[in-house]
């Protein structure tokens, strides 16, 4: 039995809430804390990373970030995409909230990137509108500070999806999406990448090599442990490294980086 299944298995018999350093159901975020003042105008509000700096919840993705700092060497911690088995399960609300906190640190340069081009979420998260953005990147060879724009989120940058190309998973494939990241990791301290889910497309195969580390969102009460098997053997034969499971809305979400 894998680690994620005897996580969900564990926290189903118990029901009780899980180790320190756990996250909270992101679709009940707002439960879990008193807000500290009312949402900022356009900002989804369970981007409680941006809402509620100081929160707990909060500080367990500070915490997310220290274990990756210190599973991965110097230098080669800096590009974590986020993924999941299929679509809906929180992978943008977790992305968006990971890149928040780790951008509360003023010395970093941080970035994050929607790489899901069929369907994007992350201009909506922010409250922003579409513009140019990843999918141009692709299909020219335009620089990348062409698309880079600033967020309502204080030290936050960010590439949108941008335009949807007709093909985006032969896109993928090309030398084109490995120049970009890579890129980007030499010209910022942190690069979130908010990737499609595995299972319905080939996108994320094909760039989850250039990733540092992947963190693969699981929704506890929805997905079967057939599609996460299935999932993370697709990504390790792809030379993936899946460092760890966020479990998303249920009573409990586990951060399992052990």
Do not use: W
Not at 26 to 47: L, P
Request: charged share 20%; aromatic share 6%.
């Amino acid at each position: 039995m894998s680690r994620i299944e005897e996580a969900m298995e564990k926290r189903a018999r118990s029901g009780r809430p899980g180790p320190r350093g756990q996250i909270a159901p992101v679709g009940q975020m707002d439960q879990m804390d008193q807000m500290e003042g009312g949402y900022s105008a356009g900002v989804d509000e369970h981007i409680v990373s941006f809402h509620q700096p100081r929160s707990t919840l909060t500080e367990s993705f500070k915490q997310i970030r220290i274990v990756i700092q210190n599973m991965l060497p110097e230098g080669d911690n800096k590009v974590i995409m986020f993924t999941s088995s299929y679509d809906a399960e929180g992978k943008t609300t977790a992305s968006l909230n990971y890149a928040a906190a780790v951008a509360q640190d003023v010395s970093k340069r941080v970035i994050i990137v929607d790489a899901d081009l069929r369907h994007p979420m992350l201009h909506r998260a922010l409250g922003m509108r579409p513009q140019r953005g990843f999918g141009d990147l692709l299909v020219s060879d335009a620089p990348i500070e062409s698309v880079v724009v600033s967020t309502p989120i204080p030290g936050l940058s960010a590439i949108l999806c941008g335009e949807t190309p007709p093909n985006p998973g032969e896109l993928f494939g090309t030398e084109r999406a490995g120049q970009i990241l890579t890129e980007l990791k030499r010209k910022y301290d942190c690069v979130v990448v908010d990737t499609p889910p595995v299972l319905p497309v080939v996108d994320t195969i094909y760039i989850a090599a250039y990733a540092d580390g992947v963190v693969f969102v699981v929704e506890a009460a929805r997905t079967s442990r057939k599609r996460i098997r299935r999932a993370v053997q697709l990504l390790n034969n792809a030379n993936a490294s899946v460092m760890g499971f966020l479990l998303n809305k249920g009573h409990v979400a586990l951060a399992d980086f052990t």
